[in-house]
């Protein structure tokens, strides 16, 4: 298991910054594994991503993997003081306007993970949380169908029935909302969760809902995308996986894929196929935010490779 | 060369459809090369291309081709009577009320080249044509600059300059009409030709003329689509060829690819990556038509592969 | 659920195949949905697949289909007599040497999954097969790991585990050929199944192993192949499914599958973005195979889509 | 234009490598552009890529940019003291036993392009080179053909012919060797050049050939491999580009791409689409080696992206 920790920063741009950053980190002896930057030049903004060792690696080799030279790569020799750091950041940081975080990546934020009755996002995405992939906790399953009960029980994960309709869409959300602060969720992700969430719950957690979108947005936004894409006669079909903003299918994207279609699809055939680039584009985009991989500006995501 | 003849056809679907024009195939002792059908079972509608043998196949092998195989895969002892098969189709294409097409692959289409400043889709189809990978005749590139004359003298095709603005449209439009009907063109490619064609002039070539819009529609239509994904924040841009319709960037799509991008691609560099995207689109398209591979039908395009 | 027959043909190529099949399928009254055919001209070789409707379309919509539609495409006012046309079929089968089978698609498959400690994809195919998308019965699963036990478990499927080494690789194939014997087995998946399997076992499953290698075929054959990949410094990594023979790695292709890797990818990287590679291009096979669209020859296959 | 330049540096790792290029780089005043590291821990070693502006950027801008932003983004107020840096960084590349360059992206390196028959990727390379799309200067174009002495004298750029057969290959060798000292020769690309190099030529330009190899390497190394791709009945083909060693086909890969092929693709097929993928390949690792984007280690390459 990797024993890391990771910075993750966004500023505005200016001349210096690698430096002042590089420098704070190798005076605290800081072992840095991996660091990537970017500057958006139109807006003047700077961003960051640095990962470094805080401690021994440890744990079993994942399969096939070179065993004592995978341990090595994130070995450090003795322990870095995370919290010490922090503290010398700080300053750092203010007098650079920075938003920052700083996390030890053994650290595993708390997911919540919605959906409705269609299960093949959610079922892949529990596997992979299952085999380490997700390196998160899943202390609920929330679903307004009972399909995923089974599932949830399987993984021995809570499930939580909260039914919504129009009408009860406000108590619903109430409900919602008291669980995910009861269970002290940092993420939650919607894996074909059909209900629109409302301006307030959305707030609640900005950039902290992941979407999929079942089109290449923005094409075929809203309902039954599918069919639109059949009726259009596109030759490829998407699948986005996004930020849930107040606005519909519009928050920042943080992952995108298509397959190739012809005239011989049927609409059923472009949903079969359409199960597997939903899969894909939301199990990636939750893979990346549990890394600390996305920083969100404006209407768009940095993601860090 | 490839000695062969194509067939094809739309129509009401009905059993027995295949029975009927294979048989008569049969009948006339058609070789049968390649052949491929599609029904809409939703418009009940019936599609079909054949192509077969009408004589001995000729010429020089292409590139590493096996030489006295793949000449021997278009063989035909004799030559079909492909006037003979017309005349006997004519009154089972009646009775089944089918649009058809047949014709010799050996007589190649009259096609006019548009474009406008940028070049790069024009260069592309070009090559390809000297190559022969495009089996057309090229008697004009048309165009509202002079960017493109020298590459067409290159290639030893006529260049004519038809300036037009939004004042000069109309005039500019009959004066390309005129040197249309003048070279007898079948075929109208837009090579990045950024006038948008008025209502009558599309009307004269129905599913006819093909444009390579600079999106993956329909996301992205109008101007500067690059500008457009660029402030979306997609994680792929993509490109499309169509048939003009008298819709703008509505027309029946006939390709589309996309290509991966990242946070740290600029506007230009879309543009840059675009342009091998509309390449190949565009030249695919060109192609497939040329080939006598594609339909259309209500808005939508079926492409035998 | 569809109502349908498929007949899967392959035969030496001559003049009016076509036309012979198309006729006596219509003349028993058969309502073809979809045709598809290939020849081979090198070999001279004829291959074809037709798909009729045998009698009205069943069952529940599935997600976003289009109801009515959709139970109408399949449509089919009466019964095919389908022993009748088997009947009438064989002595042209004979005349013309095809190989050929017919069969409704309502009969489904019974298949074996065998795997070893790595339950990716065995949780992929459990997962489709529960939601429909693999038209199957899985009678057994086998495996000389305990891992699936649990998996085998919640999907309801009986697990039979048959440890084999080196030493008792024998005895370990006379249990599991016994096991396929007595569960009527017709295909065999090998789902990440780290065993090599004698000639004398694959040779009772002629084209019915089907099995995943975890690199692109031919490259990386045997045994690590991600870290061979790795090695060489590619940047592109593949997946391929193929039917069995008796030499490894060697079989008919069915499917392959590519992902874009960087410098930055790590073995590890390779190994969990390769479990995606090798579960789609596995249980594509799969769903072929069962829905009867491919045919082999020589050492390759057709597959019709 | 941009006004920038570039320092690749290769170098044992050990920590405070960035802190120290990045400190010095900032005291020199330098504006940092992009900036991007890799580590290879497996073997310890440390890559760094950073472009900085050296003076105000200019000229027209390109296709559909953003103009005025555009050229703010490699803004620079005053000159950046490039060979004083220079001067500066050399103790420091010693004491940390870094492999170094450093250079102006507006010194344009000079290359020369072989070539034989098969003019689609020379073709290729010349249009990207003519619209800018490739920053370096074409002194000389040399063939053992004469197929393109048209196309070099379209683009004004000396053609020279060195007919090359078994017999003459040493003399061959000989001469072109002399061109390219004669014409101060930076880089080599081999644009479907179909000879085979000696070691001795290859040893004078180190990670300075390119070479598109018509496979997806490893698979199919050697003569023909459209034809093994076609015999083993693979589904997707490729290209790859790479640096040229001793050992053919054998370098350190730059580019790989794929397409998908299926059983109706017969060698031509496959010869026609290939040719895409190597225009695809060559030309992107032509650009990222021009751009000093490429470092070669061991037998790989990092790119930066």
């Known amino acids: 298991m990797k024993n890391t920790a990771v910075l993750l920063i966004d500023c505005p741009d200016r001349r210096g910054l690698v430096a002042r950053v ?44 070179r065993g004592g030279d995978a341990a090595r790569a994130g070995a450090f020799d003795g322990n870095f003081d995370l919290e010490g750091f922090r503290t010398a950041f700080a300053p750092l940081a203010r007098e650079l306007a920075m938003r920052w975080q700083l996390s030890s990546t053994a650290r595993k934020p708390r997911v919540a ?53 129009a009408a009860t869409r406000t108590e619903a959300e109430a409900l919602e909302l008291a669980l995910l602060e009861g269970h002290r969720i940092e993420l939650v992700v919607l894996a074909r ?30 309902a039954r995308p599918y069919h639109a894409a059949h009726a259009r006669g596109v030759k490829l079909i998407g699948a986005t996986s996004h930020y849930v903003t107040e606005v519909l299918d519009d ?37 990346w935010h549990l890394d600390r991989r996305i920083l969100c500006y404006g209407n768009k995501t940095v993601v860090f490779d």
């Open 22 to 65: 590089a420098g704070l980190l190798f005076e605290h002896g800081a072992n840095i594994l991996h660091a990537d930057q970017h500057q958006d030049h139109d807006l003047g903004l700077f961003f960051m991503r640095v990962e470094f060792a805080i401690g021994p690696a440890d744990g079993a080799p994942l399969e096939e993997s």
């Open 113 to 165: 993970l919605f959906c409705s009755q269609y299960l093949h996002c959610m079922a892949d995405l529990l596997y992979r949380w299952r085999t380490g992939e997700l390196a998160c906790e899943i202390p609920v399953i929330v679903s307004n169908h009972r399909e995923v009960e089974k599932l949830a029980g399987f993984y021995g994960i809570p499930f939580e029935c909260v039914p919504a309709t």
């Open 193 to 222: 969760y059909m209900q629109i969430l409302s301006p307030a719950f959305v707030q609640r957690y900005p950039a902290a809902i992941i979407n999929v979108h079942h089109s290449f947005l923005p094409a075929f936004t809203g």
């Open 251 to 287: 928050g920042p994207i943080i992952e995108q894929d298509v397959a190739r279609i012809s005239h011989r699809d049927q609409v059923e055939d472009l949903v079969a196929r359409g199960r597997d680039l939903e899969r894909m584009v939301l199990s990636r985009a939750v893979r």
